[in-house]
């Protein structure tokens, strides 16, 4: 299995360009979700998805969106770049959204800068 | 005020020691706990899960525990390696919504 899977590695934009960070999954995994990482603080949940046709926000979902059309893959759209959105992006799976002993397994993080 | 906080923030240790890790929460209630550990430029990584019923869970050199009393949890390192260099994460999930919320890291540096 490859696990968690995200491309591309690094990224650079210019402010108010658009782009699809893309995420994927062999696991089957009904849980989805894509944080993002700033310098010093904690991962923070951006949107997420409990099953296929199925999202909702997280902590700082704004200027993002999602969709989930199949269970492997749940891209993160940038709709207009801007500077705040200089981050490290992860994507992460796990089989339930609540359950007791699972777990989240991430993808290896897209570094992106917004210039 | 995050509902996790981990200290100390960063830490330096030489190769062969032990180190405690710290992580106290106020999330509640909570399904789980959990401890990743993030390689530099790498995803986080599962070390251990503990439920709210569970005070004690290893894997290998790692030994966490979890005080759902006080709230606290550990993350106990035994004989560092190199390798061990990394930040270590504490994450609470909430029973409802199935949220997490992330402490910020602690950074741990092993020298030789």
């Known amino acids: 299995n490859a696990g968690v899977t995200q491309t591309p590695k690094f990224q650079v934009l210019k402010t108010g360009q658009s782009m699809t960070l893309q995420c994927a999954q062999d696991?089957?995994?009904?849980?989805m979700s894509w944080y993002r990482q700033d310098p010093g603080m904690g991962l923070r949940l951006i949107h997420y998805?409990?099953?296929?046709?199925?999202?909702d926000q997280g902590e700082v979902p704004n200027g993002y969106n999602v969709s989930r059309s199949t269970t492997e893959d749940f891209p993160l759209r940038l709709l207009s770049a801007a500077p705040s959105q200089t981050s490290v992006y992860f994507c992460?799976?796990?089989?339930?959204?609540?359950?007791?002993?699972?777990?989240?397994?991430f993808g290896p993080g897209t570094r992106l800068t917004v210039l | 005020k995050n509902q996790v906080e981990q200290s100390p923030q960063s830490l330096i240790i030489l190769e062969g020691k032990n180190c405690t890790l710290q992580c106290n929460y106020t999330v509640s209630p909570f399904s789980n706990l959990r401890w990743y550990k993030q390689d530099t430029g790498r995803g986080p990584v599962s070390l251990t899960i503990?439920?709210?019923?569970?005070n004690t869970k290893s894997n290998g050199r790692y030994t966490a525990t979890l005080d759902a009393d006080t709230k606290q949890s550990s993350l106990h390192i035994t004989a560092s390696q190199l390798s061990d260099s990394a930040s270590y994460i504490c994450v609470v999930r909430h029973t409802n919504a199935g949220k997490s919320t992330f402490g910020d890291g602690t950074t741990l540096t092993v020298k030789p």
């Open positions: 992460a799976s796990s089989s339930t959204s609540g359950g007791f002993t699972d777990t989240q397994y």
């Open positions: 998805s409990v099953g296929a046709g199925i999202t």
């Open positions: 503990m439920t709210f019923s569970e």
């Open positions: 696991m089957n995994h009904e849980y």
